[in-house]
């Protein structure tokens, strides 16, 4: 990553607020992004993660196993894991013996997962259309060069996020552990009752 720029203090400022709107603007397009996707695919028995999923594998260049499948993701593997096993049971996906790792088998789409995925997609192309009517060509693809450039700058940002955070925590002042009152023995049996009372009494 080429190091910036000097700024100035007012355009620091200003590059500072901005960068909060947009990461306030994600979070919330990655919500409603994920329930217009859950909407579009309901049918086809899929979920925005699960069509993430067929993406992914329908992307490879060959059938990889789930770890791959998480890494492409940016997911964690054991979240892939799950999908890929509720997907499997049913009849979205296969998985095929691996030459290179017995443990770690290859996922690959069957034929009713392909089409899911092929119904997916062209609803997709549809809801495209409509989304982006009236924006030039030009306006998304700088939007998406844009959130890339950020997500190769946090990816190589790592080592900075810990030197950030390590010198926060030198410089708190050292907090004394709040200590745990002793309870007296005849307030114990009373917490015991409150907590396994039965569910009707509350």
Same mark, same amino acid.
């Given at each position: ?5 000097? %700024? ?14 947009? /990461? /306030? ?6 919500? +409603?992004?994920? &329930?217009?996707?859950? *909407?579009?695919?309901?049918? !086809? ?8 999923? !067929? ?24 979240? /892939?894991?799950?999908? /890929?096993?509720?997907? %499997? *049971? ?11 790792? %017995?443990? &770690?088998?290859?996922? &690959?789409?069957?034929?009713?997962? =392909?089409?899911?995925?092929?119904? =997916? ?7 495209? +259309?409509?989304?982006? =009517? ?8 700088? =939007? ?11 990816? &190589?940002? @790592? ?5 950030? *955070? ?7 002042? @050292? ?10 023995? @005849? ?16």
């Amino acid at each position: 990553m080429e190091p910036d720029p000097p %700024r100035t203090a007012p355009d620091r400022d200003r590059t500072r607020h901005a960068l909060s709107d947009l /990461v /306030v603007a994600v979070f919330r397009l990655n919500g +409603d992004l994920l &329930a217009a996707g859950d *909407a579009l695919v309901q049918d !086809l028995g899929l979920t925005s993660a699960r069509w993430q999923v !067929l993406g992914a594998i329908a992307l490879a260049p060959a059938p990889l196993p789930v770890a791959h499948i998480a890494r492409n993701m940016g997911l964690a593997r054991q979240s /892939v894991q799950r999908l /890929v096993g509720e997907m %499997r *049971a049913d009849g979205l996906i296969r998985l095929a013996p691996n030459p290179h790792h %017995r443990r &770690a088998p290859l996922v &690959a789409m069957t034929p009713r997962g =392909a089409e899911a995925y092929r119904q =997916a997609m062209a609803r997709n192309a549809l809801w495209s +259309d409509g989304l982006t =009517a009236g924006l030039a060509p030009e306006a998304v693809e700088a =939007a998406a060069a844009l959130l890339q450039s950020l997500q190769r700058r946090i990816g &190589a940002s @790592h080592g900075a996020i810990a030197s950030i *955070a390590a010198e926060a925590r030198q410089e708190r002042p @050292h907090e004394t552990p709040h200590e745990t009152p002793h309870e007296s023995p @005849h307030e114990t049996p009373q917490k015991t009752r409150q907590e396994t009372r039965p569910e009707t009494d509350r």
